[in-house]
């Protein structure tokens, strides 16, 4: 059975400061995504990395995959407060982990 | 990109009853996938929507409860039966295009 396992659960964070979300999965999968869900509205579709060494980046935020670890890291650059969401990986038929919960304060 | 809506969006339901999710999509898709998201937690596949055929159910998800309707490549619906306030939920259609899975809006249901 395929496990997803995110961490931070939480995270809180100061303006202009870096940090990486982690993502593991437990059994080999070909694609890994990520999402942004903010309160109260649906999936946003970040990313969707579908080999080994992928690395998309789009603004701020940075995906890696490693198919090899079992691992996607999320990287934040320079926060800001509009990056302020809940934030999902997702594995194989979307199996999703529990999420982030980001909060980018002044 | 795939463009998926979402009707009811939200409603209010009486314990007992039913209420069938509609999901259309802009364009044809080959899969087409129903989650549910409970409060403050992750999503849950419940089926996948197959064209022509039964759905697939997860573990812990059956026809009874959740009957799916996929009569084409762009369209499904999700009737939630028999409700009971532990059903009250977010319940969001996905379909798959161009290697991305895309959500719609999500609708969301509270039984009381």
């Known amino acids: 059975e395929l496990k997803v396992e995110q961490n931070p659960l939480f995270l809180s964070m100061q303006e202009g400061k870096n940090y990486t979300i982690y993502c593991n999965y437990s059994?080999?999968?070909?694609?890994l995504y990520w999402y942004r869900q903010d309160p109260g509205k649906s999936l946003e579709s970040l990313f969707v990395?579908?080999?080994?060494?992928a690395v998309k980046q789009e603004g701020r935020l940075m995906a890696s995959l490693d198919t090899k670890a079992r691992l996607s890291t999320l990287h934040i650059t320079a926060a800001v407060h509009d990056l302020s969401a809940t934030y999902f990986c997702a594995v194989g038929r979307l199996v999703f982990g529990k999420g982030t919960k980001l909060t980018v304060n002044p | 990109s795939a463009v998926i809506s979402q009707k009811p969006s939200r409603d209010i339901c009486q314990r007992g009853t039913s209420l069938t999710i509609q999901c259309q999509v802009d364009?044809?898709?080959?899969?087409m996938f129903w989650y549910r998201q409970q409060p403050g937690q992750s999503l849950t596949l419940i089926a996948t929507a197959n064209q022509g055929s039964e759905a697939t159910y997860e573990s812990g998800f059956v026809i009874d409860k959740f009957p799916i309707s996929r009569p084409n490549l762009t369209f499904s619906t999700l009737t939630v039966s028999n409700m009971s306030p532990e059903d009250s939920s977010i319940y969001l259609c996905?379909?798959?295009?161009?290697?991305?899975?895309?959500f719609g809006e999500g609708s969301w249901l509270t039984v009381v």
């Open positions: 364009s044809q898709v080959t899969m």
């Open positions: 990395l579908l080999s080994n060494g």
């Open positions: 059994t080999t999968s070909d694609r």
């Open positions: 996905s379909a798959s295009s161009k290697n991305t899975i895309y």
